[in-house]
Every structure is written in structure tokens, then in C-alpha cells.
């Protein structure tokens, strides 16, 4: 099985790019890692979004008890504007870069700003500036921060921090200059503590406490910094989840089901080079080239991936391995990747349920007023070599030896031997012999066609044919 790059070259993205996906990023991706992509933004936006209805439900209900009902209705719209906003970043949310996402994040953070160090304009009495700064909770930042860290990666977390520090040390700057002060309220704080100068800067209204804003901030981006460590540890694990799918989505395409299962559970890998006695056969269209004269493109792709399809299932169904498909045909094994009881009468049960599908398959197709598909099976049983093959750069698991060439020689002998199937005697005493899987059945039907000569072959080999 080929090792597909795209997912590799995407995994380490988080690493080796500064900015994040790019909409042409995301359509070379492979596909379960758009998927995983896609699937982790859409819960994570609409977690956040949830949970930030909820938080500024219970916030709004707190402004109505804490405040009076005309001071808190300012409180109660500005809660409905971040209720837009969230509302805003669900539409907006992709995975991809995306400037309007960052936009609404800025005026998320922008609005909060604005409501902790701007007055109440519905208040009656009358604060100074740095006063009504050095109350506010800061701690709704956090509360924002947290939001942010379910809908957003992490890259996203990183000016999330440093737009709250400039947001907030931006308006210390201005409540410092600018503020209203009204001096005595320091002038009664200087009676109450006199001899306390801690004491006296700490409860002075008109002082915005500098040091302690700062160090605020600082401690808010050392937050930010480990949410975002968190979050770029779960996107590994989001990718290497998407890369075990992957990588089972491959086996799923060789393999049936119940071996899929099998091999996903098991340490030792795959593709280690060996031998080992396996049942080869090759399935092809006879005429297919004159078929596909007469037919427009796209109905010879459609008589393809119907013709594929039905191979494929019956494959599976009889525990056998799609090694390829190959133009018109297919290459299919059983007994890989592991021997079983009964490889030889799997592979021959499999021809004949071919032949019957494609028997049931012409008499809907004679009906529609189509030509018949008619089919050729070669089967061979013996020895392989099986394992990974190719560079580092692409590597394929493959099933090579003289069993693979004699099989696919018998696919071909089938049209001057006028038969559907020809199966080798090797294949047929594999039947016979194998106590463990008794299946007289599965040779019922065969006929002796002796000893016949192989293109590239000095020996005869003894046929059968049905």
C-alpha cells in the first residue's frame, strides 16, 4: 500500500508555518485530515458559542440583582452585543485563515474594554476615571480567554493575549492622562490613612494602581501562553488521529473489513518482507477495448466502477486481499497479509461467485439493451514474496514471485482455451489437501483440461476449467 505525503507534509503545519492554513493549503490537504479539520472548528465554534450565551445569561442576571434595574440595563445590552458578536463568529468560523474571524475577536475584546474602564452613562453619581478602572473585573478577560481557547487553535490564542494587553495598557494610558479626577476624594483618603502610605495608594479613588494592572496583564498572557501550549498539544493529537484514519482508510481499500479490524489492533508492521504459500488471482473484460470504442467516455469510466465495484465485493465477501485494479481488471490474493485455512477454496468459491454476479449483472444490462460483460479468471496457488516496496519517498505493499506471473498467464489463456476460469492443479491440490477446510463443493463444477504450455514457460502446467 502506498504511503500517501499529503497528510505528512500537513501535519507538521503548525511548525513550519507562521500564519496558519490558507484556503490553497486546505484544498491539498488529504481528505481525512480536511475532515478532522473541518469537524474539529465546527464543534469547538459551537461549544464556544454555547458556552458564551450561557456565561452572559448568568452575567446579565447578576447586573439585574447588583444593580439597580436602570443601571443594569446598560450591562444587559452590552451582554446582547457580545451575544451578536458570538453569533457573528459562529457564521464567520472556518478553518482556514480568516480575517473576519479576527476582526470579531478584536471587537469582542474591544467592547469588553470599553464596558469595565468607560462610566456607566445611566449611573447617577459621579466616579473618578481611574476609580471606576481599578474596580472592574479584569477576571471577564479570562472568561473570554477560555471561550476562545474551545472555538480557536492555537495560533489564534497568541494576538488574542497581546490585543487584551494592548486593549488594557492602551486605556491605562488614557485613564492616567486623561481621567477625571476629583481630588477630595484623595484628600479624604489622606485624613483616613495618614501614616499608612500602602493603605493610602491602594484605597486613593483617583489612583488606576498601575503596578497592579500590569502585573494583571502580565499574568493573563502567561495564561494565554499555556492555553495555547494545551491547544497546539491537541491539534498533534487531532492529526494523528486524522493519520490513523488515514491509514486505515488505505487498508480498508485491500483489505475486508474483519482483516482491517484485525491489523489496526496489531504492533508488528505490515509491510516486513517475506515468503509464504498464497492463492493469486487475476480477473480481466474480455474485449474490453472494442467495448470501449463504442461507448462515450464517461460510459466506459461508469462500466468501470460498476465492473470494479462488483469484483471488489466479491473479493471481500470470500476474505480475500484487492492487491490492485488494473485498467479493465484486478489483481486480488488470498492468504495475505496473513495464510488462513482454506486461502485456495476461498479463491476458487470467489470465481464462481464472479461468474454468477456477472451472470446476473448481463441479464440487467440485456435488459437496458446493453452489450454483455463477459470476464476471464486466471488462479494460481504458491509460493510469494510479499512486503513494502519502492523508495522512501513512496512505498508500496506488494505481492511478487512466479505464482503472480502464472496466474496472470492463466487469465490470458482463458480466451484461446474459449473458458471463463482456468485454475492451475497446484491451486486444486491446495483444495484437496487443506483438512483444516474441507470444501469438496468448491471444486464441483471444474473440468480437466490437462496439460497446457504458458507463454515464457518451458514446462507445461496441468489445468483446470469451468
Request: proline share 5%; with cysteine; glycine share 8%.
Amino acid at each position: 500500500m502506498a504511503e500517501d505525503p499529503a497528510l505528512d507534509r500537513f501535519q507538521d503545519y503548525h511548525t513550519t508555518r507562521r500564519s496558519g492554513l490558507t484556503e490553497a493549503d486546505l484544498a491539498r490537504a488529504d481528505p481525512h485530515l480536511r475532515e478532522a479539520l473541518n469537524t474539529n472548528k465546527r464543534e469547538g465554534l459551537l461549544l464556544a458559542v454555547r458556552a458564551r450565551w450561557i456565561a452572559l445569561a448568568i452575567v446579565a442576571a447578576l447586573a439585574l440583582l447588583q444593580n439597580p434595574v436602570r443601571e443594569a440595563l446598560y450591562y444587559v445590552a452590552a451582554a446582547g452585543g457580545f451575544a451578536l458578536i458570538g453569533w457573528a463568529q459562529l457564521r464567520a468560523g472556518r478553518v482556514a485563515q480568516s480575517r473576519a474571524e479576527l476582526l470579531l475577536i478584536f471587537c469582542d475584546l474591544a467592547l469588553l474594554t470599553f464596558v469595565l474602564v468607560v462610566p456607566n452613562p445611566l449611573r447617577s453619581d459621579t466616579w473618578p476615571t481611574a476609580f471606576q478602572y481599578s474596580i472592574t473585573e479584569f477576571g471577564y478577560f479570562y472568561v473570554l480567554l477560555a471561550i476562545a481557547a474551545l472555538g480557536y487553535s492555537w495560533r489564534t490564542l497568541l494576538p488574542f493575549g497581546l490585543w487584551t494587553a494592548v486593549l488594557w495598557l492602551g486605556a491605562l494610558a488614557l485613564v492616567a492622562t486623561f481621567g477625571r479626577e476629583i481630588p477630595e476624594l484623595s484628600d479624604k483618603a489622606k485624613e483616613a490613612f495618614a501614616g499608612y502610605p500602602a493603605i493610602m495608594d491602594e484605597n486613593d479613588p483617583n489612583n488606576p494602581k498601575i503596578a497592579a494592572q500590569v502585573r494583571e496583564v502580565v499574568i493573563f498572557l502567561i495564561v494565554a501562553g499555556i492555553l495555547g501550549l494545551n491547544g497546539r498539544r491537541t491539534t498533534r493529537l487531532m492529526f494523528q488521529q486524522a493519520n490513523a484514519t488515514r491509514e486505515r482508510a488505505n487498508l480498508a481499500r485491500h483489505f475486508p473489513p474483519g482483516i482491517v479490524d484485525e491489523m489496526a489492533g496489531r504492533d508488528q508492521p505490515l509491510g516486513a518482507v517475506r515468503s509464504q504459500e498464497v492463492a493469486v488471482m487475476f480477473v480481466d473484460i474480455v474485449g474490453f477495448t472494442r467495448m470501449a470504442e463504442q461507448q462515450t467516455a464517461g460510459q466506459t469510466v461508469d462500466l468501470l466502477r460498476q465492473f470494479h465495484a462488483r469484483m471488489e465485493s466479491a473479493v471481500f465477501e470470500h476474505h480475500g486481499t484487492l492487491d490492485k485494479f488494473i485498467g479493465d481488471g484486478l489483481m486480488a490474493t488470498f492468504g495475505t497479509p496473513e495464510p488462513g485455512p482454506g486461502d485456495a477454496a476461498n479463491a476458487l468459491r470467489c470465481a464462481k461467485a464472479m461468474r454468477a454476479d456477472m451472470d446476473s449483472w448481463n441479464a440487467a444490462r440485456g435488459d437496458a439493451g446493453r452489450a454483455p460483460v463477459r470476464i476471464a479468471i486466471g488462479l494460481h496457488f504458491g509460493p510469494v514474496v510479499l512486503g513494502d516496496i519502492g523508495s522512501e519517498r513512496r512505498l508500496e505493499y506488494a505481492v511478487l514471485g512466479d505464482t503472480v506471473n502464472v496466474a496472470s498467464r492463466l487469465e490470458a489463456l482463458t480466451r484461446s482455451l474459449g473458458v471463463a476460469v482456468a485454475v492451475s492443479d497446484d491451486l486444486v491440490a491446495a483444495v484437496r489437501r487443506d483438512a483444516a477446510a474441507p470444501a469438496p463443493e468448491a471444486l464441483s463444477g471444474l473440468d480437466n483440461a490437462g496439460p497446457q504450455r504458458l507463454r515464457g514457460r518451458d514446462e507445461p502446467i496441468s489445468l483446470w476449467t469451468c
